[in-house]
């Protein structure tokens, strides 16, 4: 297939006009036409705010329309964070915006002098009609896309609403930064989104959760009513000016995803492809770049298929991490009622950087003073990462914030850990974590996941983990060591990992145990027996003879397992919990023998030691485990004595669809934290030293828990301390090792530099 020649584009947003631009410009033969149904001048937004990445694209591909923005521009790099009366502000941020309305005429103008048929008022033909007729289609018809719908067995999009209202209006004044102001209302939290587009304009973007908007009154038939209330409510950062309105509704954020994003000659570009929550400023910014990728392809590739498969694999990484940061973004505000008793400068940083993508080194580096501030406020002693402050659970004092989560080695010999696990668990102490946790250890010989897995329910099982917390205590004094009790339930009987992982064995199966008689995998896993009054009494007490034995071998901390869909967490999850008696049904119920274990192991477990209990904050699946069951389940425990609760999640059941990304976890944490003001323990892909001080700053969590990151490195800990300066007394150095304290040198660096290039 040669280059498309003639080429439609559905749309006249800013997406759908910068590809038809740089498409002709790239071809002036081409013949490109573009349907936009609204007049040219139409416009349901107000400010556009594009970033220093997308302008480089912008004056790269045409330098015509990077002049004409950067004549239009609004600059400033301040936030100011205001809630309860206090305003902080952070700078170094760098933002620039121009109004919508001129964006789109600076594209209309481009487009018109290029040679494209811009046809305004007019509906789009059908994507298929347009198909049969031109070479390419672009369907850049936004968040509603009729090409997608009329599509969607192919695109297979998912479309995802929220549970927060908002309303894009304007104020006829220019702010001076980007602001955001909490109200705390009769009605409940609600927020302003503010920034100035023109020299005397700015957004704003009014927002807040379903049930609050609906108990204020803003259902109302006339949206005007809201827009003078929102004007009242937010009338200090207003300045008692009044908002305005265009056309503006109260709308539910969508966000769309496509499986696919092309099918025969039509592609979609932006908000038809996909959409990221506007508290990031995202769409315009996603959609140009798309018309870049799009028309650098098309120019690039030695035909249409190719072309069109080589811009959705350079822009799909790029959407999918926007939109996971995005995703973050929109959690945090939609859960912004248990952040508004934070201390005013943790609920800056914590606003700051609930996206991930800003973090405290990148905010160091932006604003030193304000960041410098917010660790005062932390606790954290002068030059002292927060990560390397101390925390106290009962009697013990962890003397920094990382800790080496729990990690199945499978490969014990009938449950006796041996040299591999002091060598593994030693090591790690070694390097510097403040707690050092155990795989999770088998109460009982049928608790076991496979026949590698350790287990505390011999005396022989008992000494060895005796010589594994005295080298600890022993070698790395100031280190906790921590051990996990836990029984495999329905997930036993199974081959090693690197056998296959939840696979049952060749041969030598011993039977399983669960709440209810339901195999893991249908089919492939063997039907557990659910556990009566007197199988029941039996495991308690099989908990109960490993937690004494725990205690004789000196372990610092308990854990008791109840996530990842073992024993413990399938009385919790619906989807594995199917009893009729007084253990299943309601949440209260499927709680009950959970907490007998745990109140059983509380009253034997020594008061000056704390206990702790993970639990798989939500089972990934339809119908299971939620995040708000998750708070309950915390709840539960906290009021039974839990010190901390160590949040992950998932694991349940086969057919889970986890929202993978970095420490993709830790919004369940911080939910759990933030509501029930309890100490918690973040676990899933926190891989930086960054993210940790990130995290603990703030306010989303007290301890977290990284595992292949001690994996690759030991030593994670003590590098972590070393690149960022620190020598206190968070993370010492075992004296043997003092002598690497410092970054190895890589190579010589002080050769001369180049100066002259002689042709």
Same mark, same amino acid.
């Given at each position: 297939?040669?280059?498309?020649?003639?080429?439609?584009?559905?749309?006249?947003?800013?997406?759908?006009?910068?590809?038809?631009?740089?498409?002709?410009?790239?071809?002036?033969?081409?013949?490109?036409?573009?349907?936009?149904?609204?007049?040219?001048?139409?416009?349901?937004?107000?400010?556009?705010?594009?970033?220093?990445?997308?302008?480089?694209?912008?004056?790269?591909?045409?330098?015509?329309?990077?002049?004409?923005?950067?004549?239009?521009?609004?600059?400033?790099?301040?936030?100011?964070?205001?809630?309860?009366?206090?305003?902080?502000?952070?700078?170094?941020?760098?933002?620039?915006?121009?109004?919508?309305?001129?964006?789109?005429?600076?594209?209309?103008?481009?487009?018109?002098?290029?040679?494209?048929?811009?046809?305004?008022?007019?509906?789009?033909?059908?994507?298929?009609?347009?198909?049969?007729?031109?070479?390419?289609?672009?369907?850049?018809?936004?968040?509603?896309?009729?090409?997608?719908?009329?599509?969607?067995?192919?695109?297979?999009?998912?479309?995802?609403?929220?549970?927060?209202?908002?309303?894009?209006?304007?104020?006829?004044?220019?702010?001076?930064?980007?602001?955001?102001?909490?109200?705390?209302?009769?009605?409940?939290?609600?927020?302003?989104?503010?920034?100035?587009?023109?020299?005397?304009?700015?957004?704003?973007?009014?927002?807040?959760?379903?049930?609050?908007?609906?108990?204020?009154?803003?259902?109302?038939?006339?949206?005007?009513?809201?827009?003078?209330?929102?004007?009242?409510?937010?009338?200090?950062?207003?300045?008692?000016?009044?908002?305005?309105?265009?056309?503006?509704?109260?709308?539910?954020?969508?966000?769309?995803?496509?499986?696919?994003?092309?099918? %025969?000659?039509?592609?979609?570009?932006?908000?038809?492809?996909?959409?990221?929550?506007?508290?990031?400023?995202?769409?315009?910014?996603?959609?140009?770049?798309?018309?870049?990728?799009?028309?650098?392809?098309?120019?690039?590739?030695?035909?249409?298929?190719?072309?069109?498969?080589?811009?959705?694999?350079?822009?799909?990484?790029?959407?999918?991490?926007?939109?996971?940061?995005?995703?973050?973004?929109?959690?945090?505000?939609?859960?912004?009622?248990?952040?508004?008793?934070?201390?005013?400068?943790?609920?800056?940083?914590?606003?700051?950087?609930?996206?991930?993508?800003?973090?405290?080194?990148?905010?160091?580096?932006?604003?030193?003073?304000?960041?410098? %501030?917010?660790?005062?406020?932390?606790?954290?002693?002068?030059?002292?990462?927060?990560?390397?402050?101390?925390?106290?659970?009962?009697?013990?004092?962890?003397?920094?914030?990382?800790?080496?989560?729990?990690?199945?080695?499978?490969?014990?010999?009938?449950?006796?850990?041996?040299?591999?696990?002091?060598?593994?668990?030693?090591?790690?102490?070694?390097?510097?974590?403040?707690?050092?946790?155990?795989?999770?250890?088998?109460?009982?010989?049928?608790g076991r996941i496979t026949p590698g897995c350790t287990g505390l329910y011999t005396d022989e099982q008992a000494a060895a983990w005796a010589r594994v917390t005295d080298f600890v205590h022993t070698a790395s004094p100031g280190t906790a060591i921590g051990v996990q009790l836990g029984h495999s339930g329905r997930k036993g009987s199974t081959k090693l990992m690197w056998e296959g992982i939840d696979q049952p064995l060749d041969d030598g199966n011993w039977p399983v145990t669960a709440a209810s008689p339901l195999p893991y995998a249908p089919g492939v896993n063997q039907v557990p027996h659910a556990l009566d009054r007197a199988g029941l009494d039996e495991v308690r007490d099989q908990f109960a003879a490993a937690a004494r034995r725990a205690d004789a071998c000196g372990f610092d901390l308990l854990e008791l397992h109840c996530a990842h869909g073992y024993l413990l967490s399938g009385f919790l999850s619906p989807l594995t919990n199917h009893r009729t008696d007084a253990y299943g049904g309601p949440l209260a119920h499927r709680l009950r023998f959970p907490l007998e274990v745990f109140d059983t192991l509380r009253a034997l477990w020594p008061d000056d030691r704390p206990m702790t209990v993970?639990?798989?904050?939500?089972?990934?699946?339809? %119908?299971?485990?939620?995040?708000?069951?998750?708070?309950?389940?915390?709840?539960?425990?906290?009021?039974?004595?839990?010190?901390?609760?160590?949040?992950?999640?998932?694991?349940?059941?086969?057919?889970?669809?986890?929202?993978?990304?970095?420490?993709?976890?830790?919004?369940?944490?911080?939910?759990?934290?933030?509501?029930?003001?309890?100490?918690?323990?973040?676990?899933?892909?926190?891989?930086?030293?960054?993210?940790?001080?990130?995290?603990?700053?703030? %306010?989303?969590?007290?301890?977290?828990?990284?595992?292949?990151?001690?994996?690759?490195?030991?030593?994670?800990?003590?590098?972590?301390?070393?690149?960022?300066?620190?020598?206190?007394?968070?993370?010492?150095?075992?004296?043997?090792?003092?002598?690497?304290?410092?970054?190895?040198?890589?190579?010589?660096?002080?050769?001369?530099?180049?100066?002259?290039?002689?042709?």
């Amino acid at each position: 297939m040669t280059a498309p020649h003639r080429i439609a584009v559905i749309g006249g947003g800013p997406g759908g006009l910068y590809a038809a631009a740089l498409l002709k410009r790239l071809g002036p033969e081409r013949d490109i036409t573009l349907w936009e149904r609204n007049a040219p001048d139409d416009t349901f937004g107000f400010g556009v705010v594009l970033s220093d990445e997308t302008l480089g694209g912008i004056e790269h591909a045409d330098p015509v329309v990077h002049r004409a923005l950067q004549r239009e521009f609004v600059r400033w790099d301040g936030i100011d964070i205001v809630h309860r009366g206090h305003t902080q502000t952070s700078g170094g941020h760098g933002f620039a915006a121009l109004g919508r309305r001129r964006l789109l005429e600076i594209l209309h103008e481009r487009c018109a002098g290029l040679g494209v048929d811009l046809r305004f008022r007019t509906r789009a033909p059908s994507a298929a009609e347009l198909a049969a007729t031109h070479d390419l289609v672009i369907a850049a018809d936004g968040v509603h896309s009729a090409t997608r719908e009329a599509d969607a067995e192919h695109f297979r999009p998912r479309v995802t609403g929220h549970r927060c209202r908002y309303i894009w209006l304007a104020a006829d004044f220019a702010l001076d930064a980007f602001r955001f102001e909490i109200a705390e209302t009769a009605y409940g939290v609600m927020q302003l989104h503010a920034y100035p587009f023109s020299h005397d304009a700015s957004t704003v973007i009014v927002e807040m959760r379903e049930e609050v908007w609906r108990a204020a009154g803003f259902d109302v038939p006339d949206p005007a009513e809201s827009v003078d209330q929102c004007a009242k409510i937010f009338a200090n950062a207003l300045g008692h000016r009044p908002l305005r309105s265009n056309n503006s509704a109260w709308l539910t954020f969508r966000t769309v995803v496509n499986e696919r994003w092309s099918h %025969g000659n039509t592609v979609l570009i932006g908000d038809a492809a996909h959409t990221a929550h506007f508290s990031i400023g995202s769409g315009t910014k996603l959609a140009v770049e798309d018309a870049l990728a799009l028309a650098a392809c098309v120019e690039e590739q030695p035909s249409l298929p190719a072309a069109l498969a080589a811009y959705e694999n350079e822009r799909r990484p790029v959407v999918e991490s926007t939109q996971r940061a995005a995703a973050a973004s929109l959690r945090w505000f939609e859960e912004l009622g248990t952040y508004v008793d934070q201390p005013p400068r943790q609920f800056a940083f914590n606003l700051l950087t609930r996206s991930r993508r800003v973090t405290h080194d990148n905010l160091r580096l932006r604003d030193p003073a304000f960041t410098a %501030g917010v660790e005062e406020e932390f606790g954290c002693p002068p030059g002292t990462p927060p990560m390397f402050t101390p925390l106290r659970l009962r009697g013990l004092e962890l003397r920094n914030r990382v800790v080496v989560s729990p990690m199945d080695m499978y490969s014990a010999t009938d449950g006796v850990p041996g040299d591999f696990h002091l060598v593994h668990l030693g090591a790690r102490a070694l390097g510097g974590a403040g707690l050092v946790m155990t795989e999770m250890v088998c109460v009982s010989p049928e608790g076991r996941i496979t026949p590698g897995c350790t287990g505390l329910y011999t005396d022989e099982q008992a000494a060895a983990w005796a010589r594994v917390t005295d080298f600890v205590h022993t070698a790395s004094p100031g280190t906790a060591i921590g051990v996990q009790l836990g029984h495999s339930g329905r997930k036993g009987s199974t081959k090693l990992m690197w056998e296959g992982i939840d696979q049952p064995l060749d041969d030598g199966n011993w039977p399983v145990t669960a709440a209810s008689p339901l195999p893991y995998a249908p089919g492939v896993n063997q039907v557990p027996h659910a556990l009566d009054r007197a199988g029941l009494d039996e495991v308690r007490d099989q908990f109960a003879a490993a937690a004494r034995r725990a205690d004789a071998c000196g372990f610092d901390l308990l854990e008791l397992h109840c996530a990842h869909g073992y024993l413990l967490s399938g009385f919790l999850s619906p989807l594995t919990n199917h009893r009729t008696d007084a253990y299943g049904g309601p949440l209260a119920h499927r709680l009950r023998f959970p907490l007998e274990v745990f109140d059983t192991l509380r009253a034997l477990w020594p008061d000056d030691r704390p206990m702790t209990v993970r639990i798989s904050a939500t089972d990934w699946a339809e %119908g299971g485990t939620t995040a708000e069951d998750a708070v309950e389940i915390a709840r539960a425990f906290v009021a039974h004595g839990a010190d901390a609760i160590d949040v992950s999640t998932g694991q349940v059941v086969p057919g889970e669809r986890p929202e993978y990304g970095r420490s993709y976890q830790t919004p369940y944490a911080d939910r759990i934290r933030n509501t029930l003001c309890v100490p918690v323990i973040a676990v899933g892909a926190i891989s930086s030293w960054d993210d940790v001080n990130s995290l603990l700053l703030a %306010g989303r969590a007290d301890l977290c828990a990284l595992a292949r990151p001690h994996l690759y490195d030991p030593h994670w800990t003590l590098h972590a301390a070393a690149e960022q300066g620190y020598t206190g007394p968070g993370a010492p150095w075992p004296l043997p090792y003092r002598a690497g304290s410092r970054t190895p040198p890589t190579g010589r660096t002080d050769a001369p530099k180049p100066r002259l290039t002689l042709g």
